[in-house]
């Protein structure tokens, strides 16, 4: 399987990073299939190479979540509400609707 993720290079503390196609099996830092787009976390500045990244996703190359993130925000991928959201979500409702019925309680016994 492809993947798509972020290859690390730069000084130490200074890095920076290649949005690159590779294997799933492979390091994190070898040989990519194709590079795709580069990435600079402390500038905040991206590159992507649209037409490549569309043919890839196209191939059904999976990205990982930071690659996820940078694709959405670079208008690539729509934002996708993941399922792990949406539990969060619905847990921190059912405790504040236990809340709001506890306050209610302890009001009316006063």
Do not use: H, W
């Amino acid at each position: 399987m492809i993947k798509l993720r972020l290859k690390r290079f730069g000084k130490k503390r200074e890095t920076s990073f290649r949005l690159v196609a590779c294997n799933s099996t492979s390091r994190r830092d070898g040989r990519p299939l194709q590079e795709l787009g580069f990435y600079n976390p402390r500038t905040k500045e991206t590159r992507l190479d649209t037409e490549a990244l569309r043919t890839r996703l196209g191939q059904g190359a999976q990205p990982t979540d930071a690659v996820r993130t940078l694709l959405e925000k670079g208008g690539l991928l729509e934002k996708k509400v993941r399922p792990a959201e949406v539990l969060g979500k619905q847990k921190q409702e059912k405790e504040r609707s236990a809340k709001k019925k506890d306050a209610a309680a302890s009001e009316t016994s006063e």
